[in-house]
Structure formats: C-alpha cells, structure tokens
C-alpha cells in the first residue's frame, strides 16, 4: 500500500509520514518546504526504502500530474496548507492560493490519475481539516459531522472551500472521498509560532509568556501522535464519502493551559522565580473564536478509534521534547515572522 501524503514536512504530515513508514506502509511525502516546513521532521524515517520525497508545490498541476504518474500512489491524504490564523489575518491571499486553488489542483490530479488507473475501489482521497471551519461555540454543546459550517477567520474560510471543494468532487465525478477535522493538535515537532511551543520557549527564554485577551478562551487538545493513529485508521477503514471527527477529549482554557506548562517547566527546569510570573496578557486575536469542542462519537463508534494521550501527559511529553531538541527549534526562531506579533491588523 503506497501513501502519498501531502505537506508531509510539516506538523502533523510529518507526524503522519514517520508512524506510516514505522507500520510498513510505503509513503510519497509531497512538500513544498514553506516557511512551516522541516524535513528534519521526517528524519527518523528518511532513510527507509519505504520513504521517497518529493519537492512540489500543490499549486503546480503539472508538478502533481508527474508525482501521480511516477509513484501510482494507493492512498492521497492531503494535509498541504496554510493554517496559521494570525497569518491569515495579515495575508489572506496565500491561503486562498494554497488551500482552496491547491486542493483544486490536488483533486483534479487526483481524479484524471484515478480514471487512468481504471477508478480502482481501493483508492481513496482523504482530506484533513479543521474544527474551526464550525465557527465558535458558547458554553455548552460540542461540534458533531452534521454541525453547520460557519467559519470566522481566512484560515477556516479557506479550509471550509476546500472541505466543499473535496465533497463536491465525490458528489460530481464519484472520486472516493473522505474529510476529517480535527481539533487543535500539540506534541513534538510543532512550529514555534503557535501556542504552545510559543509558551515553552518564551518561558526558557526569560521573555514575557504572551496570552490573547483574559485567556478564558476553550480548546480541544489532541496530541499529534493520537491525530496521525486516527488519520491513518480513517484513510484505511472509513467509509467512502465520511466526515470523521477527531478529538482530543481534554478541553482546557488557554490560560490554564499555559499555567500547566509553566508549572511543569518548574518542575523540569526550574528557574529563580515560577515561570507563571512571566504570563502577560495581550490584546486579543481579531474574531477569535471563544470555544471549539468536538464530539467524537462516530469515530469511536465506527472506527473504534480514541485518543490514548491525555492533556496532562501530553503536555510533559512535549515539555521534554522540546528541552531535549533545543538544536531543532532554535534554528527556527529565525524563519520570517517568528517571535512577532502577527494577526492584529
């Protein structure tokens, strides 16, 4: 079984990619090594016979019409995307370009190489999304599949066009779809400009630990490498034409997040005061979402899958890998836009 995965460098593609080839599958990573991405990501596996790379762009057709071509892939998940809010705010364009054009492109490449191969029952297509194309939740209820979209950023606007874009294809044409969203993702690996790799580093570096608005705003935390088992068990046992849900089923404020990870580099590094003195809070994300939570009933039900990481365990896991990979991250802190305050326009 021959996968190609798409953004396959970045956070949760490389996540993909290295538990993929650990399970003997054959993986195609498609990457366009954007500012996001690191191929150090994938290096515990780069040099297995199974792994092969592919240096691309989503939004070169004719770049996608050669990898289908050459590597007669099995099974695509595309994970290939913009998905930085505070980016988006600043510069709506390249996420238009690259996760609605892109996931055009991606279809299309994908159906023209389907049809060739003689529409085969077992190809699947697999596009991975997000929870935020749902919009924001008050204090109670939890997003399900039949849950109406209502995206609030030009992050999830765009990753809502590309979900219906995906759908369609499988309405119009029959291609063999299936779409997942997920909620917010954390774990080794992680780019440092989103919050809780921002959290950690700001801590050790002594700055001021940054926290929009009052931080009473709720996520649904899952740990990457419960998101890559589930996505894996999605693309090979899911029903054609699905929606999955994943969850992380540890809803936390983020204000109590950033506590936690302060109060668990206390006891991994301790400093000469708690490293809570450093939170300061700053002026809030323009639109931002006050609460996302997923239900994951069908998934469980279906698939049989849930996550095994809690939120407690997941967070000391990713505190220590990132005190342990500091010659990772550091190089990093480098790449446009690092460390800046983005999204405020």
């Avoid at 990619?17 to 399970?23: D, E, G, Q």
């Avoid at 498609?30 to 691309?56: I, K, R, W």
């Avoid at 779409?179 to 921002?198: A, D, M, Q, R």
């Avoid at 400093?271 to 994951?296: L, S």
Wanted: one cysteine or more.
């Amino acid at each position: 079984m021959k996968i190609l995965v798409t953004g396959g460098a970045g956070f949760i593609g490389s996540a993909v990619v290295r538990l993929a080839v650990t399970r003997g599958r054959q993986v195609v990573n498609v990457d366009a090594l954007t500012y996001a991405a690191c191929l150090d990501n994938v290096a515990p596996v780069s040099g297995s016979p199974d792994y092969a790379f592919e240096h691309a762009d989503i939004r070169d057709r004719g770049a996608l019409d050669r990898i289908f071509a050459t590597h007669k892939p099995d099974l695509v998940m595309h994970l290939a995307a913009e998905s930085h809010v505070d980016r988006s705010i600043d510069g709506p364009g390249a996420f238009i370009e690259t996760n609605v054009t892109g996931t055009y492109n991606m279809l299309e490449a994908a159906r023209a190489y389907w049809t060739a191969q003689g529409k085969p029952d077992t190809f699947r297509f697999h596009h991975i999304s997000t929870d935020e194309v749902y919009g924001s939740l008050g204090e109670t209820g939890m997003f399900t599949e039949d849950t109406p979209y209502d995206p609030r950023s030009p992050y999830s606007a765009s990753k809502a066009a590309s979900d219906h874009l995906v759908r369609a294809w499988g309405e119009t044409y029959g291609l063999p779809i299936l779409v997942t969203n997920c909620s917010n993702n954390y774990g080794p690996y992680h780019f440092p400009e989103k919050l809780i790799p921002v959290v950690i580093l700001k801590a050790l570096a002594g700055a001021p630990i940054p926290v929009y608005g009052d931080g009473s705003n709720i996520r649904d935390w899952l740990y990457v490498e419960d998101h890559a088992d589930a996505l894996l068990t999605v693309v090979e046992k899911g029903q054609i034409g699905r929606t999955y849900n994943i969850g992380g089923e540890n809803e936390a404020k983020n204000i109590d997040l950033v506590r936690t990870i302060c109060a668990i580099l206390d006891d991994l590094r301790p400093g000469a005061a708690p490293y809570a003195d450093q939170i300061t809070f700053v002026t809030d994300r323009p639109g931002h979402d006050q609460r996302y939570a997923i239900d994951p009933t069908r998934i469980r039900q279906e698939l049989g899958w849930r996550p095994s990481v809690t939120v407690e365990e997941g967070l000391r896991k990713t505190v220590d890998w990132y005190l342990a990979n500091e010659a990772w991250w550091r190089p990093l802190l480098e790449r446009d836009g690092v460390g800046k305050r983005l999204g405020v326009a």
